[in-house]
């Protein structure tokens, strides 16, 4: 049987030369980097090395960029620090209702705490409108989180519009990258954010390790304390190995974006055009201009996404219900109710995401299968005879 991976929003395989990057950090050179010997130095220096590579490639400063467990630590960080360490502005926080759930959680914390959040809605789209924010914002404003682009429907946010709003009124402003770094071009610096998180695994590096971007003069209260790794800012033995891998992957994603983008944006862009031509009654998620190459979300009326997800899955074709953090839940997804999509369409929803090793061949399959399983589940499913019957 044919295995396609259509599911690289969700994680992505490590590069081969990324692992070799790595390889020597677990074994020969496996000194913890904050021991003062010559074996802890050479893991000390492998760290400097990729935080300087990092900032570069971003065109920041070394002294900027913090490395984290991922996304979801990175995304804690920023929101939770940068409200506890400017509260004496206001204790008003501004995130939006279709955030990854690693910022609802954490804005949810900051509402048990006392802390007034904002959640702003979106277009039918998936945008957050500028005016959207200037209607929310007020003078207890201290920070707002809006990510870079969507992880489920994959739209793009007017992130320095966005920025732009929040500093005239003297907030912070966090972004969630993990989706769009790697994917689109992303200069920081464009933007105008004061904190940006990413995580390596979704450009082909390691899982277990990301970054959260943080301007000089920015100091966000620690969210875990410890040792002085981090330059005291975030405890914990640097994972060396990981922090070598996410130097490299990055430096590969940028190298290769345009090849990329063009490759994986071309083959979305077909099966987004075949999807509509042969099978009826589906709704496209998200953006059509402003999303990421590599995201195709579908709604498919009258069946269940989960049905539709393990009829592909025993096919050899994995795609996700929804985000790989939330897709476990039998709750319709947050962020297409949001748009306004009714919950039995929601229910019905799948996220494609394709990557750098997708091939032609294997969309025409996952194609292929795509439409006899919706014919299939559509012919057992009530509410299609009955759509049917009520229109003969």
Request: net charge negative; aromatic share 8%; glycine share 10%.
């Amino acid at each position: 049987m044919k295995r396609v991976y259509l599911d690289y929003s969700a994680t992505t395989p490590l590069s081969p030369s990324v692992l070799s990057e790595m390889l020597p950090y677990f074994t020969e050179q496996f000194g913890n980097a904050n021991s003062m010997h010559a074996f802890g130095q050479e893991g000390a220096y492998a760290v400097d090395g990729a935080r300087r590579k990092i900032a570069e490639l971003l065109g920041v400063k070394p002294t900027e960029i913090y490395f984290t467990s991922g996304g979801t630590e990175a995304d804690n960080w920023a929101l939770k620090g940068g409200a506890h360490a400017y509260k004496s502005k206001g204790k008003h926080v501004i995130t939006s209702k279709i955030e990854h759930a690693a910022i609802l959680s954490s804005a949810a914390q900051l509402e048990a705490e006392g802390y007034k959040v904002t959640y702003l809605p979106c277009d039918e789209h998936g945008i957050i409108r500028p005016e959207y924010l200037e209607e929310a914002i007020t003078d207890d404003t201290s920070i707002v989180s809006i990510m870079l682009a969507n992880n489920e429907i994959g739209t793009v946010q007017p992130i320095k519009e966005l920025c732009e709003i929040a500093h005239r009124h003297g907030a912070l402003f966090h972004t969630d990258a993990v989706q769009a770094l790697g994917s689109i071009p992303v200069s920081i610096l464009d933007l105008g954010v004061d904190m940006m998180s990413f995580s390596a695994h979704k450009f082909y590096g390691p899982k277990g390790i990301g970054v959260l971007y943080v301007k000089g003069g920015i100091k966000p209260d620690k969210l875990i304390a410890g040792g002085h790794q981090e330059r005291t800012r975030r405890g914990g033995t640097t994972n060396v190995p990981a922090v070598v891998g996410l130097a490299k992957a990055l430096e590969e994603a940028i190298e290769g974006l345009e090849a990329n983008y063009n490759h994986i944006k071309g083959l979305r862009d077909y099966f987004v055009q075949e999807v509509e031509k042969n099978i009826p009654f589906v709704v496209y998620n998200g953006h059509r201009d402003s999303r990421l190459p590599q995201n195709a979300n579908f709604a498919f009326e009258f069946i269940e996404g989960e049905s539709l997800l393990l009829t592909l899955d025993l096919s050899g074709i994995a795609c996700s219900s929804g985000s790989a953090c939330s897709s476990g839940s039998l709750e319709p997804s947050h962020v297409l109710l949001a748009t306004g999509l009714p919950i039995e369409k929601a229910h019905g929803s799948i996220r494609f995401s394709f990557g750098k090793d997708t091939t032609k061949e294997d969309v025409d399959y996952v194609l292929e299968t795509l439409i006899g399983a919706v014919k299939r589940l559509r012919a057992m499913s009530p509410l299609y005879a009955e759509y049917i019957g009520g229109n003969k």
